[in-house]
DNA sequence: GATACACTGAACCATATGGTTCAGTGTCTA
DNA sequence: TAGACACTGAACCATATGGTTCAGTGTATC
């Protein structure tokens, strides 16, 4: 196996690809919130809200601490930095293969113009 | 519902949370692969190799062609720039409320220091 | 102390995911 | 034309996901 295997990439991406916890992101980022107040923004059960909750903080995106009765969600410690760093990898090749394919038009050009001197 | 349904951020960072799919998102950056070969150096069966390039390819990471009895995979034409500007979004609201603390941080060092010429 | 509130956990459900096997179909190649 | 090769599709399996309901448990508040 060559791919590194990177469990918190795993969990961070699965993370963000559902909506309603992008969504709860965005929310926390105004103000903490508790699972209450999300549940009821986002039309869902406690229960069901208390899962994706879950899931963020699996992935290191939210923290939450319990007071009383009231558990308070806030936005997590981690700047997303390997996340960002790993699709900037990915752009940075994109790029390549475009700057390659530009490196290539661009022989082709000169051959073809040396062609044409050629002539 | 305030968050925006986007269906394309959810199923390129669905793509983007298994470390297979994100090995053959590197391993194409580097040369286009068939199935085969692709199946091959992940050790997988070629029906599974082929679920997780659909999934890619669905999230528009990948293209790919069929000639003569060979698919081959290619990197896809977007550049994760809406994934990109997601995260670095979020990173701005993560800087921002650590901003909002350093000013409150030193709102309080100033009370403090004023505290202490009062004395 | 009764009642309302905020959450929690178990159980359930439908669907998706990540993998397999097996039986094709179509394409090279000797 | 026979055989090998590359893929495809259906079927299956175990597990995860995204949601629910229902029955608690613990905490405020009147």
């Given at each position: 196996?060559?791919?590194?295997?990177?469990?918190?990439?795993?969990?961070?991406?699965?993370?963000?690809?559902?909506?309603?916890?992008?969504?709860?992101?965005?929310?926390?980022?105004?103000?903490?919130?508790?699972?209450?107040?999300?549940?009821?923004?986002?039309?869902?059960?406690?229960?069901?809200?208390?899962?994706?909750?879950?899931?963020?903080?699996?992935?290191?995106?939210?923290?939450?601490?319990?007071?009383?009765?009231?558990?308070?969600?806030?936005?997590?410690?981690?700047?997303?930095?390997?996340?960002?760093?790993?699709?900037?990898?990915?752009?940075?090749?994109f790029e390549a293969r475009f700057e390659a394919l530009d490196e290539i038009i661009s022989e082709m050009t000169q051959e073809e113009n040396d062609g044409a001197a050629g002539h």
């Amino acid at each position: 196996m060559v791919q590194c295997i990177n469990a918190p990439l795993d969990r961070t991406f699965a993370a963000l690809s559902d909506a309603t916890r992008r969504g709860i992101i965005e929310q926390l980022a105004r103000a903490d919130a508790s699972i209450t107040s999300l549940a009821d923004h986002f039309q869902m059960t406690l229960t069901g809200m208390k899962k994706h909750v879950q899931v963020l903080e699996r992935a290191g995106l939210v923290i939450t601490q319990k007071v009383g009765r009231v558990r308070t969600c806030t936005l997590g410690t981690r700047s997303l930095s390997a996340e960002a760093e790993w699709i900037e990898a990915y752009r940075m090749l994109f790029e390549a293969r475009f700057e390659a394919l530009d490196e290539i038009i661009s022989e082709m050009t000169q051959e073809e113009n040396d062609g044409a001197a050629g002539h």
